[in-house]
């Protein structure tokens, strides 16, 4: 068994219910979930759920549409456990207790938005990668919050102004392409 696969491979398997090979993207793939789920306010059920929704989901994506995964499984996997866990905090975070009404959304439909999600994320990683160099390192940046004074530094501009306006004009780039993706209309709305 090699690590080196073909990622529709391990599609293939998941939708197959190979349970040799589940059993293997288990053993290689979880443990670095788990770990980054405890580093980001989880416990060990958690990371286990949201293991199990990311192969859920990808199971159902690639039942109704056999996407192909341009990175390796791991990367792929694993950014769809970090997109489900940010999802999770964000859902507890805006969570008002409330114990009279206890609504429950369908899980079909989280599943649907996770996915909605995931092709969101996809169709703006694939853009972030058509727009020059400088852009991608400076959307970067902005994208991790760095203060416009770093940026200035660790881009050589000549004031926070000149950064500004390349974030502006930048994700003005970057807004303009992926609204010119045949895939954008389809992925606005559920």
């Not at 589940?22 to 293991?51: C, H, M, S, T, W």
């Not at 009404?101 to 972030?128: C, G």
């Not at 959307?139 to 416009?148: D, N, R, V």
């Not at 102004?161 to 895939?183: S, Y």
Request: with cysteine; net charge positive; charged share 30%.
């Amino acid at each position: 068994m090699t690590h080196n696969r073909d990622p529709s491979f391990y599609l293939n398997a998941l939708l197959e219910e190979n349970t040799k090979e589940i059993q293997v993207v288990y053993q290689r793939y979880f443990p670095k979930v788990r770990k980054f789920v405890l580093q980001n306010k989880g416990q060990q059920q958690d990371a286990e759920d949201i293991f199990q929704k990311a192969l859920l989901q990808l199971t159902i994506r690639y039942q109704k549409e056999k996407f192909i995964i341009k990175s390796s499984f791991e990367a792929y996997l694993f950014t769809v456990c970090k997109n489900l866990w940010r999802r999770e905090l964000n859902k507890s975070k805006n969570k008002v207790t409330n114990y009279e009404v206890i609504e429950l959304k369908a899980e079909n439909n989280d599943m649907a938005l996770s996915i909605l999600e995931q092709k969101r994320w996809e169709l703006f990683d694939e853009t972030l990668n058509l727009i020059s160099e400088n852009c991608q390192k400076i959307l970067k940046l902005f994208f991790a919050k760095t203060p416009y004074s770093e940026m200035v530094k660790q881009m050589n501009y000549n004031s926070e102004t000149v950064a500004r306006q390349r974030v502006f004009k930048c994700k003005a780039k970057l807004i303009e392409l992926v609204k010119k993706d045949t895939r954008f209309n389809s992925l606005k709305e559920l």
